[in-house]
């Protein structure tokens, strides 16, 4: 089974309230992306984000160019059936991050939980490739991992635990990390996930 094979039967086979990674209200990626302080006009993708209440809160908050990236349509279709007509407003990919192509750039790169299901050099690669390729000259990145106290597996899947000193070693010579916060997420099940949300600038 491919990822995006893997991806679709998770999501045809859960509601969205029931994957691990479900927040009822994303406060610290909101948190974060208001300490930004762009312009609501800013160009926002949010990576993975198809089956994320984060778009459903920017909209609130009257961000008016938003981009939604995920690998499962069935993810991405949940979110657009939850918006009704506001889905109209927002720009949906369907695609793998790592072969992910568009035109236009973005002020705000936002991604909770895509980055550490990537295992191998050849993936995060190609992800870092499109994220410098798409990041404006003054972009933002937030990326947001477990932690290396954090889970080993999820959704039946490898990923990769990460701190201060590993993260900056996957991203030297493209992105400066400046603010880092931990957040132990609570999961559907009531367990327990660390996380690292990791925030960077450009380095040129």
Known sequence: MNRKQHWEQVYNTKSIQEVSWYQNSPIISLNLIEKIGYDITCPIIDVGGGASNLVDSLIKQSYSNLSVLDISKAAIQATQQRLGKLADNVHWHEKD????????????????????????????????????????????????????????????LPIVQYDETKIQQEVQGILQLYHTVSEVHITPSKKQQQFNYFCFKRVK
């Open 97 to 156: 991050v790592t072969q992910f192509q568009v035109d236009n750039t973005f002020d705000i790169w936002h991604d909770r939980a895509v980055f550490h299901f990537l295992t191998t050099a050849e993936d995060r690669k190609s992800y870092l490739n499109t994220l410098d390729a798409k990041l404006s000259k003054n972009g933002q990145v937030i990326i947001a991992t477990f932690s290396i106290d954090g889970p080993t597996k999820c959704s039946d």
